[in-house]
């Protein structure tokens, strides 16, 4: 793949979505690196190119490990827009033969109609990619793989926009699902 789409996606991230300094996380823990990538992945062109980037990932790394992977999806909201994305750029590769579904995993169950935790396009079997869109400790994407395989879904893999590469991988690939991110804090920071 020519890295130029890469090279303007992490252009964005670092534009809208990345910070340096002091920071208190959802996790309680404090670090010195703070990534939004809401900011980023609700722009249409950072939307586009994770699409872009995140279908190539796909195709390069993940199905040639798991072909009969079918859907994508993750806990909302985070992990919406990502899903969305990849799911669409799956639907325009025309030599791939793979078209991914997307759906979203709620924090909780609905508490009316058919009281459903996942929504959109997800059926019990399916392989799945997980997806979020920073991982830290892994506490997000734990929770989505665990309501995943609840309903029925067999997470194969763990997409992630950003790994800030603070235990969040370790966490996840323990329970033998391999992560694959786009970033990572040494992709984009280097050793410092």
């Known amino acids: 793949m020519n890295d130029a789409p890469k090279q303007e996606l992490l252009d964005i991230l670092l534009a809208k979505s ?31 190119l994770i699409g872009q980037v995140g279908w190539e990932l796909v195709k390069k790394d993940i199905l040639a490990q798991f072909p009969n992977v079918s859907s994508i999806g993750g806990m909302t909201m985070g992990a919406d827009p990502i899903s969305l994305a990849i799911g669409m750029y799956s639907s325009l590769d025309q030599t791939c033969g793979t078209t991914l579904n997307v759906f979203t995993v709620r924090k909780e169950a609905k508490d009316h109609g058919r009281g459903k935790r996942i929504e959109g396009n997800f059926e019990s079997g399916q392989e799945i990619i997980v997806v979020d869109d920073v991982i830290t400790t892994g506490g997000s994407t734990l929770k989505a793989i665990d309501a995943i395989e609840t309903e029925g879904g067999k997470v194969v893999a763990a997409l992630v926009l950003v790994d800030r590469e603070e235990g969040g991988r370790e966490a996840i690939e323990a329970r033998d699902i391999p992560v694959f991110p786009l970033f990572t804090r040494q992709s984009i920071f280097g050793s410092r």
């Open 18 to 48: 990345i910070r340096t300094g002091h920071f208190v996380l959802a996790s309680g823990k404090e670090s010195d690196l703070y990534c939004d990538c809401r900011v980023t992945a609700f722009d249409a062109r950072g939307a586009n």
